[in-house]
């Protein structure tokens, strides 16, 4: 398994701003995911993120609403932009270990309310 | 394609009771996993077991315990002796065809009364 750290955990935030949440594993993984959970429903793949280049974006998400960056093999961020109330979600960031390559371990969440 | 059902959106147990929480899939590979994860009112998503295709062999952890069945097309999951901290939304997923990407349940929230 893997220990996954985000930040933050949660945060209000006004419309039109925007928010970059972090993901930190304590090892190196294979392969960093971002999900998002919109109140009361299941997950939905944003992305997944490629250390050294693009991410690759699933359908109804871009790149220019939620750039991300993953420098390294341990470490990722996601930008929520330009946001709207219809943000407000959990976001998760997930890894798969190599090793457990079919498994995906989950970090804490962060808990976006727009305003 | 590949799809997961679960079909309990909520269930309400009182403390000591067994429940199962049922989960059937859909899938035209031969090769597939399947998992569990429980997500408390925290948010965060722990992951509770996998389960290849080719392993149709039940697993009990404590008080959990899972039902796999290939011929239904099933992966049930049971709580025996229920505690209010099992109070969670649990997720049933699939990752079949060689795919990076797991397909999530719905969830079904489990209320435990005390």
């Known amino acids: 398994s893997a220990v996954i750290s985000q930040k933050p955990s949660r945060d209000i935030c006004q419309r039109g701003t925007s928010l970059t949440i972090q993901c930190q594993v304590d090892?190196?993984?294979?392969?960093m995911f971002w999900y998002r959970q919109q109140p009361g429903q299941s997950l939905t793949l944003i992305a997944t993120?490629?250390?050294?280049?693009?991410?690759?974006?699933e359908s109804g998400f871009v790149i220019d609403k939620f750039p991300i960056s993953r420098p390294n093999l341990t470490f990722s961020t996601l930008t929520v932009s330009n946001m709207s109330p219809e943000d407000s979600s959990i976001y998760l960031c997930?890894?798969?270990?190599?090793?457990?390559?079919?498994?995906?371990?989950f970090g804490p969440g962060t808990r976006l309310l727009v305003l | 394609a590949q799809k997961v059902t679960q079909a309990q959106t909520e269930i309400s147990v009182v403390e000591k009771e067994d429940v199962t929480l049922d989960c059937v899939y859909e899938?035209?590979?031969?090769?597939?996993?399947l998992f569990w994860y429980k997500q408390p009112p925290s948010g965060e998503l722990v992951f509770l077991i996998r389960?290849?295709?080719?392993?149709?062999q039940n697993e009990i952890s404590g008080r959990y315990s899972w039902n796999f069945q290939k011929s239904t097309s099933s992966f049930n999951f049971t709580i025996t002796a229920s505690q209010v901290v099992d109070s969670a939304v649990y997720f049933c997923?699939?990752?079949?065809?060689?795919?990076?990407?797991?397909?999530f349940g719905r969830g079904t929230s489990l209320i435990v009364h005390p």
């Open positions: 997930s890894v798969e270990v190599a090793g457990e390559r079919e498994t995906q371990y």
């Open positions: 090892s190196q993984v294979t392969m």
């Open positions: 993120a490629n250390q050294g280049s693009e991410a690759t974006y």
């Open positions: 899938t035209r590979d031969t090769t597939y996993y």
């Open positions: 389960r290849n295709s080719f392993d149709e």
């Open positions: 997923a699939l990752k079949s065809g060689g795919s990076y990407i797991p397909t």
